[in-house]
């Protein structure tokens, strides 16, 4: 659209401000119960699985500048494997996540970092959760993974530990790395 021919230039800035952002990973690991409780700071202890893709947005700010992040909640079942190219075309940055309460999730992430990687750009990118970190002996920390430089979270929908952090941090990360490419 051409904005500027309608006297609309403002709203330039509001759309390039916009990223799309995928959560991937097994079924049952907390990414939509994530997206709730970062969304609407509300917990609910037994969300609905996801069908196929849900999709929520919120605003976060990064160098006083408001960025919508377009949240698109993939579903972790197989049957809806079919949707994941197509869903994630246009995706600036991803976040993976895995249940710090089952082993299995966390040994699936290199399989959907790859399944889904395929379909994107190689930079793209990435944030590593584990969720339920309440259910877990595991403490909480934020640290770079040199080996592939993703940034790693653990956190809790339930008490809301770390949740800010996750969103922010790939907000953040996306902006710089945008920035930086003249984008």
């Not at 500048?65 to 197509?86: K, P, V, Y």
């Not at 993974?145 to 993703?150: A, F, I, K, L, P």
Request: hydrophobic share 40%; glycine share 6%; with cysteine.
């Amino acid at each position: 659209m051409d904005y500027e021919k309608w006297g609309l230039s403002e709203y330039m800035s509001i759309e390039k401000n916009v990223y799309k952002i995928m959560m991937f990973g097994d079924s049952n690991v907390g990414k939509s119960t994530l997206v709730k409780r970062w969304v609407s700071d509300h917990y609910i202890e037994n969300m609905p699985k996801t069908i196929g893709v849900e999709f929520r947005s919120k605003v976060v700010y990064v160098d006083n500048l408001a960025i919508t992040l377009q949240i698109w909640d993939f579903s972790g079942e197989i049957r809806f494997d079919f949707l994941l190219e197509m869903y994630s075309r246009g995706v600036v940055g991803g976040i993976f996540v895995f249940d710090m309460s089952d082993n299995d999730s966390m040994l699936h992430l290199n399989n959907w970092v790859t399944r889904v990687r395929s379909y994107t750009s190689k930079d793209f990118p990435i944030l590593i959760v584990g969720t339920k970190m309440d259910l877990s002996e595991r403490k909480p920390n934020k640290k770079e993974d040199e080996e592939d430089s993703n940034m790693i979270f653990l956190c809790s929908a339930k008490t809301g530990e770390n949740i800010d952090d996750v969103f922010q941090a790939l907000a953040e990360r996306i902006y710089y790395e945008r920035k930086e490419l003249g984008i």
